[in-house]
């Protein structure tokens, strides 16, 4: 029986890597359930490597869309003989300097 709130659990597992037992008393489950689901999605989830985007070799003018996400991550502020910060090294995710 396959369910769409264990699936969340499980999201949620990967995202924040509690212990069973924090996920059992949070999601009002057993920590049984919880760690069958979790590893059930899981590996589910980890089946989809296999199914990847596959581009041609060569384009024509057909227009596709893409998407593409990136990493933010904060650093320190670079140091610059003139101006006091610079805004290419901005990450607007954290408010601060760093990448995207």
């Known amino acids: ?13 990967l995202k924040n890597y509690d212990t069973e037992s924090v996920l059992a008393c949070r999601f009002d489950l057993d920590e049984s359930t ?3 689901w979790c ?8 089946l989809l490597k296999e199914s990847k985007i596959c581009l041609p070799d060569t384009f024509d003018d057909t227009p596709f869309p ?5 990493t ?5 502020e ?7 910060f610079d805004k290419s090294f901005f990450s607007h995710k954290h408010k601060t300097a760093g990448f995207n």
């Open 1 to 13: 029986e396959r369910r769409l709130d264990r699936f969340f659990v499980c999201v949620y597992w």
């Open 34 to 36: 919880v760690r069958l």
């Open 39 to 46: 590893w059930h999605y899981a590996e589910c989830l980890q």
């Open 66 to 70: 893409v998407s593409a996400d990136g």
């Open 72 to 76: 933010h991550c904060t650093i320190y």
């Open 78 to 84: 670079p140091m610059h003989g003139f101006f006091p």
